[in-house]
T-cell receptor
Framework: DAEITQSPRHKITETGRQVTLACHQT?????MFWYRQDLGHGLRLLHY???????NKGEVSDGYSVSRSNTEDLPLTLESAASSQTSVYFC???????????FGPGTRLLVL | AQSVTQLDSQVPVFEEAPVELRCNYS??????LFWYVQYPNQGLQLLLK??????LVESINGFEAEFNKSQTSFHLRKPSVHISDTAEYFC????????????FGAGTRLAVHP
């Protein structure tokens, strides 16, 4: 069965370190998304991609970057982790407009 | 640009009682509307969606939502809830013009009590 996976599921890091969160989907979807979830804010869009070599900034992109070298993967990089980036991060993919977004299980990140 | 307001952050309800979770949106373009559900320690799952056509949409587990364009609302209802419906519910909107990035509301925590 097709799926979307995230790794690691939990991560503790220190302020200033670079961190990369992996997202891998086997749906063969062109569209992929990264969100962060914080209490009282719901999910906020960080970055998204509509295909290989395409990346776009979302509503809260500062301090984050993504790259899309193939259809299956969209890694999220925190260039210099800050305590404000402690959150739960979700990756999602979809086939196109109006189609269901399928979410990964999430990565819980703690920045000390 | 779109935005979503979920009017209740928490909704406590007794088992077998009806429930309504409220969602209002704003947008300058035609929209698609979604309800997602998140069970504890899991990712989000699609509950139901409105794209076009009938304004009343239903899910397989008894939830329904009605698109009201004049009131810019997409409220979620269930006539009789179960303990297993305890979860966080998110309303989301996307433009219908060819892109499907979602804008989410802050979420409503539904707590069903025996």
């Amino acid at each position: 069965d097709a799926e979307i996976t995230q790794s690691p599921r939990h991560k503790i890091t220190e302020t200033g370190r670079q961190v990369t969160l992996a997202c891998h989907q086997t749906w063969n979807h062109n569209n992929m998304f990264w969100y962060r979830q914080d209490l009282g804010h719901g999910l906020r869009l960080l970055h998204y991609s509509y295909g290989v070599q395409d990346t776009n900034k979302g509503e809260v992109s500062d301090g984050y970057s993504v790259s899309r070298s193939n259809t299956e993967d969209l890694p999220l990089t925190l260039e210099s982790a800050a305590s404000s980036q402690t959150s739960v991060y979700f990756c999602a993919s979809s086939e196109g407009p109006g189609e269901t977004q399928y979410f990964g299980p999430g990565t819980r990140l703690l920045v000390l | 640009a779109q935005s979503v307001t979920q009017l209740d952050s928490q909704v406590p309800v007794f088992e077998e009682a009806p429930v309504e979770l409220r969602c209002n949106y704003s947008s300058s373009v035609s929209v698609y509307l979604f309800w997602y559900v998140q069970y504890p320690n899991q990712g989000l799952q699609l509950l139901l969606k409105y794209l076009s056509g009938s304004t009343l949409v239903e899910s397989i587990n008894g939830f329904e939502a009605e698109f009201n364009k004049s009131q810019t609302s997409f409220h979620l209802r269930k006539p009789s809830v179960h303990i297993s419906d305890t979860a966080e519910y998110f309303c989301a909107v996307s433009g219908s013009g060819g892109y499907n990035k979602l804008i989410f509301g802050a979420g409503t925590r539904l707590a069903v009590h025996p």
